[in-house]
């Protein structure tokens, strides 16, 4: 396994949000987080990108224990940052965002490269490479976030919430996009309230509630189970 998470508890406080939740992601898939508001998907992905310590349990990455790693040493471990909101510097053009990606690396042609692979994934983005962050629209807002953890070149990418807010053509997009990245080689955690779309691209996802995993399954059994139909996919 890639990333593995054994019961893992996290605080706010004196509030609980993670009840010991325990996932494993393995190299080359698509697993995706599902869940209601408050359910915990984001702060299981603060959990792994280090951003918030836990309280108990273990988090292994990569054949190593990083429970107590630093975040900024797990993404120099190919832990890619989840960005909180989309998390762009808004000050800074689309090319400085996707530079700032790269920030851990020093192979001068490795990131090169990618930046084109990221301008061919996103067009837009080449189009906009001189334009600051905080002028684009949502949507490119968006993509330069997943842009920008791409640009990390992650072993695992972490993507919370990647359709928040776009239109229905650019939610396709968007998780086309994701797909494709997947192809390439990057594994990838993936938070959505768009359930139906992460199920079906998902090869795995668990259910979270109230801090609790209480159903995991691979995409296509979720996408056909009447419980989650019922509460995630409004499916009466
Ligand atoms: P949503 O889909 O609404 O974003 P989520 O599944 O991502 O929900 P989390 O953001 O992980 O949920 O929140 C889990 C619980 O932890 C919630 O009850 C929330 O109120 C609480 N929480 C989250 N962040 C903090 C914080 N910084 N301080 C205190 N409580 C927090």
Redesign the pocket.
């Known amino acids: 396994m890639l990333l593995e998470l054994e019961d893992i508890s996290l605080l706010?406080?004196r509030?609980q949000?993670?009840h010991g939740i325990s996932l494993s992601v393995a190299e080359g898939e698509v697993v995706a987080?599902i869940?209601?508001?408050?359910?915990?998907?984001?702060?299981?992905?603060?959990a792994i990108s280090g951003i918030?310590p836990v309280s108990a349990g273990r988090i292994r990455f990569d054949g190593q224990d990083i429970t107590k790693l630093r975040a900024d040493l797990r993404v120099v471990r190919g832990v890619s940052q989840s960005p909180e909101g989309r998390g762009i510097f808004p000050g800074m053009t689309v090319l400085e965002n996707l530079e700032m990606g790269a920030y851990t690396r020093r192979d001068k042609a490795g990131i090169a490269a990618d930046l084109r692979r990221v301008f061919e994934l996103f067009p837009r983005l080449e189009e906009r490479r001189r334009q600051s962050g905080g002028t684009l629209s949502g949507g490119e807002q968006q993509m330069l976030a997943v842009g920008r953890a791409l640009m990390s070149r992650p072993k695992l990418m972490l993507l919370?919430?990647p359709s928040m807010g776009l239109a229905p053509m650019l939610i396709q997009q968007i998780f086309q996009i994701i797909t494709e990245i997947n192809e390439q080689g990057t594994t990838i955690l993936l938070?959505e309230?768009n359930a139906q779309q992460a199920l079906s691209r998902a090869h795995r996802a668990y259910v979270?509630e109230?801090?609790r995993i209480v159903k995991a399954g691979t995409g296509e059994e979720l996408l056909h189970d009447a419980a989650v139909q019922e509460a995630y996919l409004g499916v009466a």
């Open positions: 706010y406080g509030i949000a993670l987080l869940g209601g508001n408050g359910a915990g998907k984001t702060t299981t992905m603060r918030r919370d919430e938070v309230q979270l109230t801090g």
